[in-house]
């Protein structure tokens, strides 16, 4: 047997005895190390600082050039994961798995090389294109089979590995500074060998996922679970195919419920730090408010797995309802706080939401395995994802640029915001009647049984659609 | 059918799974905490 024939989905059918619960481990292997991306900022700094090693030196890299290393592997995150979706789905959890700790890994080399012979394009190549592919083929690798294998508790299983990914900036962040001061000398910053380091070390995490990851038999069922015999109203018992799910009114809804959620969310974790010390001039000070980044980055991850786990009791549908009103009242209420001075209420207030920006992401997949079924979910979320490029575009333009639009119209910096919130909080508005708009799956979209049938059976093979 | 030794040789497994992926995460977790102390000091 060659080693690529262990990729294929066929070898990585669970035996009997084998427990679900390695299955969310294997998951967070990947989300954890691609998770890194969020904290790829404690780079910047210091790349700027190469060659001057104490100051920025006329030959080093500005920050504008260094800031589109994260906007290429973000970009090529969406592109990825909607065009290798399919791919990803049909040739089963390992194999994407593998692909991206090659991924991964192989673009911190190339970005470490490109660091030591000071070529920026390098850095964009390897981190930006070969990393950004990575980022999309691990990111949805595992979303189908943890459904698979929780059809009892699909949200809290996706839940937990889409968590891993708001984690991965936990153990990045520190693991960096102290690689880079540990491989920093007087004449010399160490980022590419951290770079070395770190690719090593997430190839290798990655490659224990991809070894322990295993798909469910097609007839398992959990201990003591029986499917629902007569379907749910917004839970489909067919699946859809990924193009033919594209087509449907439902998906171009989810996309907009998605990137309004986003939106809202993005614009202020991005500009947390600054806000609330402008807002609070002089009682939050940059330390102060670095510490409210911090705790603003638990609850994103923490809400991740709360939410995505409420979902299955309440419904994703519901859950949703909850982002968009709590949200709206959260994001009305902001400018109030500044008013008053109450810097509790205010971090109060930005901690549910990001609660809720953090759950979006994690309730999404279980919301499409609702509406389109479990066989294509993978690569129905590779294309949602677009959503998420789509909103880290508008979110931070939307802050930053109403926040100076306000500035230069002669508002007080304190009260900067107050627009933008009452803007977010419009868009959740739109969020919620998107959501209102959500209605079953027409039945002319449902692959046919004998489609779905062939099609799992045909392991590696295109499903024909039923509907194309 | 599963034997108890298989039983337990799995739950091991579950166990070491989850230490491999918990430990760095539970690392990372506290010194973001201790970061975000700061905010109210």
Redo the contacts between chains.
């Keep these: 047997m060659s080693f690529l024939s262990l990729l294929d989905r066929e070898h990585t059918i669970a035996k009997p005895g084998f427990s679900r619960w390695m299955v969310p481990p294997a998951a967070l292997c990947i989300h954890l190390c691609i998770g890194q991306a969020y904290a790829l900022s404690v780079f910047n700094l210091p790349m700027t600082k190469l060659i001057g090693i104490t100051q920025s030196a006329p030959e080093d890299w500005r920050l504008t050039d260094l800031g589109w290393i994260f906007t290429l592997a973000m970009f090529f995150l969406g592109t990825s994961a909607a065009l290798f979706g399919r791919w990803v789905e049909e040739g089963g959890p390992r194999r994407a798995m593998f692909t991206a700790a090659c991924l991964w890994g192989g673009g911190f080399m190339i970005a470490a090389f490109g660091a030591s012979i000071h070529n920026l394009w390098l850095i964009y190549f390897g981190y930006g294109v070969l990393g950004g592919c990575g980022l999309g083929i691990g990111y949805i690798s595992p979303v189908s089979t943890l459904i698979k294998w929780f059809p009892d508790r699909p949200g809290m299983a996706t839940g937990m590995a889409i968590m891993g990914f708001g984690g991965g900036a936990f153990i990045a962040s520190p693991l960096s500074v102290w690689l880079m001061g540990l491989f920093s000398t007087p004449t010399h910053i160490g980022v590419a060998e951290t770079f070395v380091v770190m690719g090593i070390i997430y190839f290798c995490f990655m490659m224990v996922g991809a070894a322990i990851v295993r798909v469910p038999a097609p007839d398992w069922r959990p201990e003591g679970y029986t499917p629902p015999v007569t379907a749910q109203k917004l839970v489909t018992k067919n699946d859809v195919y990924v193009y033919d799910a594209l087509k449907t009114p439902q998906f171009w809804l989810i996309w907009w419920v998605l990137c309004l959620n986003v939106t809202a969310g993005i614009g202020v974790l991005g500009q947390a730090s600054a806000m609330s010390q402008e807002m609070f001039p002089g009682r939050v000070t940059p330390v102060a408010a670095a510490g409210f980044v911090g705790l603003l980055s638990l609850f994103n991850m923490g809400g991740r797995f709360f939410w995505a786990s409420t979902s299955d009791y309440i419904g994703r549908k519901n859950t949703y309802f909850c982002f968009f009103v709590i949200g709206f009242f959260l994001y009305a209420l902001v400018p109030y706080t500044g008013s008053i001075g109450s810097v509790t209420l205010f971090v109060c207030c930005f901690l549910v939401i990001i609660s809720m920006y953090g759950g979006g992401f994690a309730t999404v997949p279980a919301y499409l395995k609702d509406m389109f079924g479990t066989r294509y979910v993978g690569a129905i979320h590779g294309w949602l994802l677009t959503a998420w490029a789509a909103a880290g575009i508008f979110g931070p333009v939307l802050v930053n640029y109403i926040r100076q639009y306000q500035i230069e119209q002669g508002v007080p910096k304190a009260q900067a915001y107050n627009t933008t919130m009452y803007i977010m909080a419009g868009l959740l508005v739109v969020g919620f009647i998107c959501n209102f708009m959500i209605k079953a799956v027409h039945s002319r979209y449902h692959m046919r049984e004998d489609e779905t049938e062939r099609s799992a059976a045909r392991v590696g093979a295109t499903a024909r659609p039923a509907g194309a | ?2 034997t108890n030794t ?2 337990g040789s ?2 091991l ?2 166990a070491l ?2 230490g ?2 918990g430990i ?2 539970a ?3 506290i ?3 201790i ?7």
């Design positions: 059918m599963t298989d039983d799995m739950k497994k579950v799974a989850w491999f992926v760095p995460l690392w990372g977790v010194q973001t905490l970061n975000a102390m700061k905010l109210f000091q």
